[in-house]
């Protein structure tokens, strides 16, 4: 007998037992054929199914077969329509996710662009716009219109690092909490703590970030950690966050600085205090040997000379044991500089006051130290026209005989410097007003090649300055001293 089922759209459930092995099948079909037929011994093989309809009732349907073959041929034919039929269900179903999908693509960008719309009514121009200006309503608008929250401006920052740099907490937390990644760099590797450390007062923005995982000792292109722009352009508070969330003090850029360094090049004496406290090594020494007292003094911050004179001994009073501090001032770098040097070149009298204050020659603090060029410090005093410190260190007993290499003397110094004040004090102290250098050259020799007509005139009126050779020199240089 031939038997015809016509199923249309339902699920179909299979289960045969041949031996000890179980078959399972499911799917869909449209129609199912076979051929059921009397066996003459009445031994058949028998195939039981279950079909679920749409309605969700089932129907038991049992088949039995003359012999194994025709029963595994139909079990193939099962499997057939149950495969075209899933292939078939899969295409349709990846039809309407695709559909779905365009769908939403389309709604979202119409919404992003009513969003748009809206934020340039009220000046932002995008989701990066809206983290400058610190617009939390239009933030929160691109952030639920999908505006990527990780994307790049064309600075090359994300909405995170534009809202940590101008100080928007409540645009940083929002940003955090949607996702915003904050251990993204940009192109010059710097993170949103980067950003951050770049003002004052924002050491809350500096906590939520570091809450968040923001790496703390993340070093830029250029090797500056958070710490090192806190330490430069924020505060006291600032800093303290970053070290307590293992902020490394010590930890030096390219050229060897550490946050030391950059809070006494400009004078941040509470974050300075604040990383000594810490441990941060007064004699760490940058690319130029350079330690951060004499970025204090070549600077003129006295103040921040004072304060490390103090962390260089146990004591408090650095007085009561003034050799523990003669090795700050110790000329240890390449060209033998010493923070006096720094600070009698640049002109900071108090600077040379502190130093000299705290180290006077008979405990080291040598006035007449000289650098690798042989120049002491009352030399380069007079070299950069410095008359205050020039006045100074004459009080204090400079060696007014020393000279450098090439043989010049405070006078030859001073002339060069085109300071006529410096050299009054000068030619005050001095026993010879023409002296040699090296090479022949006296101070007249300099005053007139660099046209000092007044220093020339100075000179010549002392009864012993030599004009052997003027003659010649100003008429080299077209200069007359009538």
């Known amino acids: 007998m031939r038997h015809f089922f016509l199923f249309s759209d339902m699920i179909l459930y299979c289960r045969a037992t041949r031996g000890r092995k179980k078959l399972e099948y499911k799917g869909h ?20 199914f279950e079909v679920v309809r749409m309605d969700g009732k089932k129907r038991r349907y049992i088949l039995a ?18 495969s075209r039929q899933q292939t078939k269900a899969k295409r349709q179903s990846d039809a309407k996710a695709a559909e779905q999908h365009e769908l939403e693509s389309k709604q979202a960008t119409h919404r992003r662009r009513a969003a748009q719309q809206k934020a340039l009514k009220q000046g932002c121009d995008d989701i990066y716009d809206a983290a ?7 933030l929160e608008a691109f952030i639920k219109c999908g505006a990527p929250v990780n994307g790049y401006d064309e600075e090359g920052w994300t909405p995170l690092m534009n809202a940590a740099l101008h100080g928007h907490l409540e645009c940083v937390n929002l940003l955090l909490s949607a996702g915003a990644d904050p251990h993204l760099v940009d192109d010059q590797k710097q993170t949103c703590l980067h950003k951050a450390a770049y003002h004052s007062g924002k050491s809350a923005i500096v906590e939520a970030l570091l809450a968040k995982g923001c790496p703390v000792n993340a070093q830029e292109s250029f090797g500056c950690t958070a710490l090192h722009y806190a330490a430069t352009y924020s505060d006291v508070e600032t800093c303290r966050a970053i070290i307590a969330h293992s902020g490394n003090v010590n930890l030096a850029d390219n050229t060897g600085g550490t946050p030391l360094h950059y809070a006494c090049r400009v004078s941040n004496g509470y974050v300075a205090e604040l990383l000594l406290k810490e441990g941060a090594d007064l004699r760490a020494k940058d690319s130029d040997r350079l330690t951060p007292i004499y970025q204090a003094s070549f600077f003129g911050h006295d103040q921040i000379v004072k304060l490390l004179l103090q962390y260089y001994t146990p004591e408090q009073n650095v007085k009561k044991k003034k050799k523990a501090v003669k090795e700050p001032t110790a000329c240890d770098n390449i060209q033998g500089v ?11 009298l108090p600077v040379v006051e502190v130093l000299y204050d705290y180290e006077p020659v008979v405990d080291g603090a040598d006035l ?18 410095a008359v205050r410190c020039v006045e100074l260190l004459l009080s204090k007993g400079c060696d ?6 090439q043989g010049r003397g405070p006078l030859h110094h001073a002339v060069e410097s085109g300071s006529y004040e410096a050299v009054m004090w000068v030619m005050e102290e001095c026993r010879d007003v023409s002296p040699h250098d090296a090479a022949g050259v006296t101070p007249l020799h300099i005053a007139i090649e660099h046209d000092y007509m007044d220093i020339a005139k100075l000179l010549m009126e002392q009864g012993n300055a030599s004009t052997s050779g003027c003659v010649h020199v100003a008429a080299h240089y077209d200069r007359t001293c009538s």
């Open 400 to 405: 007014m005989d020393a000279v450098d290499s």
């Open 65 to 82: 077969f003359p012999n194994q073959q025709e029963m595994e041929e139909w079990q193939t034919l099962i499997e057939q329509l149950i």
């Open 132 to 138: 400058y200006q610190g617009n939390v309503k239009m």
């Open 338 to 348: 010493s923070p006096l040097h720094c600070a009698a070149l640049m002109g900071h």
């Open 29 to 48: 079909f449209s129609l199912m054929e076979t051929l059921l037929a009397p066996h003459p011994d009445n031994r058949l093989y028998k195939y039981a």
């Open 368 to 385: 007449n130290a000289k650098m690798t060029a042989g120049e002491t410090p009352l030399l380069v005093a007079c070299a950069g026209g």
